[in-house]
């Protein structure tokens, strides 16, 4: 019989996620947010409307020419601006469908198409135009928010890039608070479509209070289905104020299972550390604050004296976050680098500089576990510590979303967010649109998270333990939850 393992908590520090219900991709790359000064970087004409107005009702004719402007002037790539004068059309119509406007509305729409002059400004006519006739043909329809939203994000979606999307007023605002009022969970998707996989209850949440599982499937939420939703709207319908409660519909098995999961404000720990064994320390990190750094060195370091002779970072379901952090957890490991580089519009490329000294031993084994929700921040922190000789990878192919990306707020407390830098490895490999690939594939199954097991942690273990030289003592079931 293989000696059971003992597995002590090493520390538990509790730092506040983002993570609306899901903690998973929408938070993915590094932003930072700022909007351009007036006439110093936009130069499809010479103005640009201010937009410190916070507070507006609904995106202004201006908001629209801004986010235009911006994609046209500040986007990684060239961008075809009929195209996008396409797509704000394309944007208008369907929302003007979907709310069963009549058809003089998408005359008005029909009216103002022109054939391309090649002029950015000019050929936007056909775009402002139809816009501002409905706003004074109908001044206080309560839809004009969606409108213009539906016609930027129309914009945003043409260029088939996962950090340029429109963020709406009320994500802005959710953005700033370090808590959440949801049920506390981690849920994925396996396809496009489908339900919702439940990854992780979070202790203390509501939805452990209620029963919820790894493993589990939510099918609806009050009876919406949200197999047919995209991730994000499938999440709005979880999520809910304070003190209210959802009522979801769960596939359990072969079994489906109704639950009612109050709603509160949840406290995610998004640096964690436990010590296997008493020599193969565990770290996990979620996302990338700018505080993580501090605290995965004090993980690192307390680890260290208690002895772990090797580490296990996980960065399973990491979201990435801001690029400062990623450099400096980098440098917890290595003094070497760069980590990677930031390739920008003109196609100059900036070393991403490790930041910081190491806090463990040089030569230490890493094992590094991913998965297909590990992102942005996440991915390049793996791929580049692989290049850089500090460790191997199990688990699965990453999602292949790198780039660092700019937040432009809007006169109404939107924003729209644009991918200003891609982000390749330090040998220049890419990894946004391809992701990491494992040096050795293992996968966690929906069997193995509601039996409790997790397969990639007893492989990166047994690895671990081959390079320590000791014998694998781990016993699995020491290592359920």
């Known amino acids: 019989m293989r000696a059971r393992a003992t597995v002590s908590r090493l520390l538990a520090l509790v730092l506040v996620a983002l993570l609306l219900v899901t903690g998973c991709a929408e938070s993915g790359p590094p932003t930072s947010t700022g909007a351009p000064a007036a006439n110093q970087a936009l130069s499809i004409a010479p103005y640009l409307p201010r937009v410190d107005q916070a507070g507006a009702q609904r995106l202004t004719s201006d908001d629209l020419l801004v986010a235009y402007r911006l994609i046209l002037t500040q986007y990684v790539d060239r961008v075809d601006h009929v195209m996008l004068v396409e797509a704000a059309r394309r944007g208008l119509r369907e929302h003007l469908n979907a709310v069963g406007a009549p058809p003089l509305d998408l005359a008005v729409l029909d009216l103002a198409a022109v054939e391309p002059s090649g002029h950015p400004l000019q050929d936007w006519s056909a775009v402002a135009n139809p816009y501002l006739a409905l706003a004074n043909k109908h001044p206080d329809w309560p839809g004009w928010d969606q409108l213009g939203y539906a016609a930027v994000s129309a914009m945003l979606d043409s260029l088939g890039d996962g950090h340029a999307r429109f963020i709406t007023r009320e994500e802005m605002e959710e953005s700033t608070q370090r808590e959440y009022s949801g049920i506390g969970v981690q849920i994925t998707r396996e396809?496009?479509?489908?339900?919702?996989?439940?990854?992780?209850?979070?202790?203390?949440?509501?939805?452990?209070?209620?029963?919820?599982?790894?493993?589990?499937?939510?099918?609806?939420?009050?009876?919406?289905?949200?197999?047919?939703?995209?991730?994000?709207?499938?999440?709005?319908?979880?999520?809910?104020?304070?003190?209210?409660?959802?009522?979801?519909?769960?596939?359990?098995?072969?079994?489906?299972?109704?639950?009612?999961?109050?709603?509160?404000?949840?406290?995610?720990?998004?640096?964690?550390?436990?010590?296997?064994?008493?020599?193969?320390?565990?770290?996990?990190?979620?996302?990338?604050?700018?505080?993580?750094?501090?605290?995965?060195?004090?993980?690192?370091?307390?680890?260290?004296?208690?002895?772990?002779?090797?580490?296990?970072?996980?960065?399973?379901?990491?979201?990435?976050?801001?690029?400062?952090?990623?450099?400096?957890?980098?440098?917890?490991?290595?003094?070497?680098?760069?980590?990677?580089?930031?390739?920008?519009?003109?196609?100059?490329?900036?070393?991403?500089?490790?930041?910081?000294?190491?806090?463990?031993?040089?030569?230490?084994?890493?094992?590094?576990?991913v998965d297909r929700e590990t992102s942005s921040g996440g991915e390049l922190l793996a791929a580049g510590l692989r290049e850089l000789g500090v460790a191997r990878i199990l688990g699965t192919t990453t999602s292949g979303n790198v780039a660092v990306a700019r937040q432009f707020p809007l006169s109404d407390g939107s924003a729209v967010q644009i991918t200003v830098q891609r982000a390749v490895t330090p040998s220049g490999a890419q990894i946004d649109r391809v992701g990491v690939q494992p040096d050795e594939e293992v996968e966690r199954t929906r069997d193995d998270l509601a039996r409790g097991a997790d397969p990639p942690l007893f492989r990166a273990l047994d690895v671990l333990d081959q390079a320590l030289g000791t014998r694998s003592g781990h016993e699995r079931s020491a290592l359920v939850r």
């Open 191 to 369: 396809a496009e479509e489908g339900p919702l996989l439940v990854v992780e209850v979070f202790d203390g949440s509501p939805a452990l209070q209620a029963g919820l599982r790894p493993g589990d499937l939510i099918l609806a939420a009050d009876g919406h289905d949200l197999t047919r939703l995209s991730l994000q709207e499938a999440v709005n319908h979880i999520k809910g104020p304070e003190g209210s409660a959802v009522e979801l519909l769960v596939r359990r098995g072969q079994r489906d299972v109704s639950l009612r999961v109050s709603r509160a404000t949840v406290r995610v720990p998004v640096v964690e550390g436990q010590l296997f064994d008493g020599r193969i320390g565990y770290l996990r990190i979620r996302a990338f604050d700018e505080r993580v750094p501090l605290l995965a060195a004090e993980v690192l370091r307390r680890g260290t004296q208690e002895g772990a002779r090797a580490w296990v970072l996980d960065l399973r379901g990491n979201s990435g976050g801001l690029l400062q952090a990623v450099a400096a957890t980098a440098g917890l490991f290595t003094e070497q680098g760069p980590l990677g580089f930031e390739i920008d519009r003109g196609r100059q490329r900036t070393p991403i500089a490790i930041q910081g000294q190491p806090v463990i031993p040089p030569d230490t084994p890493v094992v590094i576990l």
